[in-house]
């Protein structure tokens, strides 16, 4: 892992076929495994900006999303009910936003939840300054809130996965399937990859940082 002051990387352990020069399996860490399984957590809206951000000179489409994405970016904040309306889709919040924040390598790090009442306070809150409470009034007095970092140190612990156990190493093959590792699981991979001559792999190690990642 890198120093802290620098982009964290994780480093992969590629098992590769020599022969046709192609990596059947890579073995990885339990924190690389945690940003992978992330992923799933993050809303489309989300996915689509960050390929967009990181592959602006290799465009990634996903089906017609890209086009809807950019349909909500480009519309005037005055065809929506309201500012706020808006920014949701833009930057739509994951539910395990809390939980992300403790990945060693977080490809969207988010700013600090944040809640917001009016003036008048008519029980209702909002994550938006700009949302609208049915008086009228815009919610844009904030409330503080002080458990969000209380739940996050519960969790600090490096003997601890984000989403995994922190006892688990994984192997990988090159369509992202994931397994715990084990000797008999690598053999009867490698057996189903037609890789069975042990002696004809070799092994590479990779850095992974967030441009891979993306």
Request: net charge negative; proline share 2%.
């Amino acid at each position: 892992m890198a120093k802290s002051s620098e982009e964290p990387k994780f480093s992969l352990r590629l098992i590769v076929d020599e022969e046709k020069n192609k990596v059947v399996l890579a073995e990885a860490c339990r924190d690389f495994v945690d940003v992978l399984f992330s992923l799933l957590t993050l809303p489309m809206g989300t996915i689509v900006r960050l390929l967009e951000n990181h592959r602006k000179s290799e465009p990634v489409t996903l089906g017609c999303f890209n086009n809807l994405y950019r349909s909500v970016v480009d519309m005037g904040s005055d065809c929506f009910e309201t500012e706020a309306c808006k920014q949701m889709l833009v930057y739509p919040k994951s539910v395990k936003d809390l939980q992300c924040k403790r990945l060693k390598l977080n490809i969207n790090p988010t700013e600090d939840i944040k809640c917001f009442k009016c003036s008048s306070y008519c029980g209702l809150y909002s994550n938006f300054s700009t949302s609208k409470c049915r008086c009228g009034k815009f919610m844009n007095e904030e409330i503080q809130l002080e458990n969000e970092e209380q739940d996050l140190g519960r969790f600090q612990d490096d003997d601890n996965g984000v989403f995994v156990s922190g006892r688990c190493s994984f192997v990988l093959t090159d369509d992202l399937e994931v397994s715990v590792k084990s000797t008999e699981l690598v053999l009867n991979k490698l057996k189903s990859l037609g890789c069975a001559d042990v002696g004809k792999l070799g092994e590479r190690l990779l850095d992974i940082g967030v441009k891979e990642v993306c």
